[in-house]
Structures are given as C-alpha cells and as structure tokens.
T-cell receptor, first 115, second 116 residues
C-alpha cells in the first residue's frame, strides 16, 4: 500500500539556522514526490517535486529536497530559515504504476521559526 | 492566488441542513479533486473527476455528493452531516495528460465547515 510518513508533528528552529522537515514514503513502484506548504487560512501551495534525474531538487523560496531511494526518504531542507517560513508542510507521493489521479499525503509538520 | 476559487470560505450548518460547496478553476485543467483536512490526520482524498467523469470515490459516505458539470466547476453537496464531518474541505485541480501522474495540484483556500 502507498503511504507517506512525516514523523515530526512540530519542528522548531531559530531564524538563520538550517531546517529539515522529514518525510519517508512507501510505494509499490517508482515514486513521484512532492512538498506542499500551507499558510494559515490558505490552501496548499506547491513547493517542489521529484520525478526523475538529479536526487537534489530545488524549489520555491530557497527550499530543496533530497530524494534517497535506499532510505525511501524525501526530506525538505533550507540552509537558513526565515520567520516567514513558519507554516504547515505536507509531503505527498504519487505512484507512477497507478495511472489514476491518486495523491497520498502525510499528516503534516508544523514548522515554527523563532526570531 | 492559485487560480482555484472556493466558496463559501466558512460554513456553519445544522445536521438537518442541506448545503453545497463550490469550486471553480481558471487554469484549464482537466482533473479536479475534493479533499478533507482534519487536524493531525493526512489529507483525505474524497473524490476525483477527470474530464467531468468521476474516477475515484474513496469510500465517502453518501451524505457527501459530488457534482462536476464541466471541467472548470466542482460541487460538493452536503446533507444530514454529522459533527465529525467538521473540517476544512479543499478543492484542487491538475493538468494530467492521459497515462501520466507527473503534474502538480493547485489548491483552493478551502471551506471551513462546522456541523452543529
């Protein structure tokens, strides 16, 4: 069965420090992986995706994520956190074997950047 | 703005009421989705429409009834809901060429539903 795990409900980091939001996945085939961010009272916004190619993917607002097939992980990272990065972050996976329109989302990680 | 508009933004209804949520996308996408977002839980995919045809129905209770009159509009009709149905309901759309699963979803801001 396809699934996504975000092991941390809450991540706190000081402004200017590097941040990592963790995600692991389980799919039957090769995955398409995504990160979305949700600000208060807003819908989810796309940050970045991994389809194929370079394992390090760069996205919006200075975020990047590294696809690690052996560890089935797709952690979100940023070298220097901003207070404005405080939001809810969701990891998602699509299974390329499944030609339907099914996304699988994690439970979300609330990121707080402390000034 | 993402190009996906949901109305209303907030809705309070009693268990005997009938109401509808509306979603409209201005992106020319062919697929539209309804999700339920509850605290501490993964986003729950409820329904998927592709070219106006329903392709996914993830065991959603019949008190939720979707309608997709065209590729730009999606409705979620609600009747005799329960308090546990209170949540944020998100609409999304994507442009997915047949046989692929590559494209991203664009989300609306959601409707915050409270069932009393």
């Amino acid at each position: 069965a396809q699934s996504v795990a975000q092991p941390e409900d809450q991540v706190n980091v000081a402004e200017g420090n590097p941040l990592t939001v963790k995600c692991t996945y389980s799919v039957s085939g090769n995955p398409y992986l995504f990160w979305y961010v949700q600000y208060p009272n807003r819908g989810l916004q796309f940050l970045l995706k991994y389809i194929t190619g370079d394992n390090l993917v760069k996205g919006s607002y200075g975020f990047e994520a590294e696809f690690n097939k052996s560890q089935t992980s797709f952690h979100l990272k940023k070298p220097s956190a901003l207070v404005s990065d405080s939001a809810l972050y969701f990891c998602a996976v699509r299974d390329i074997i499944n030609t339907g329109n099914q996304f699988y989302f994690g439970t979300g990680t609330s990121l707080t950047v402390i000034p | 703005e993402t190009g996906v508009t949901q109305t209303p933004r907030h809705l309070v209804m009693g268990m005997t009421n009938k109401k509808s949520l509306k979603c409209e996308q201005h992106l020319g996408h062919n697929a539209m989705y309804w999700y339920k977002q509850s605290a501490k839980k993964p986003l729950e995919l409820m329904f998927v429409y592709n070219f106006k045809e329903q392709t996914e129905n993830n065991s959603v209770p019949s008190r939720f009834s979707p309608e997709c009159p065209n590729s730009s509009h999606l409705f979620l009709h609600l009747h005799t809901l329960q308090p546990e149905d209170s949540a944020l309901y998100l609409c999304a759309s994507s442009q997915d060429p047949a046989g692929t699963a590559k494209n991203i979803q664009y989300f609306g801001a959601g409707t915050r539903l409270s069932v009393l």
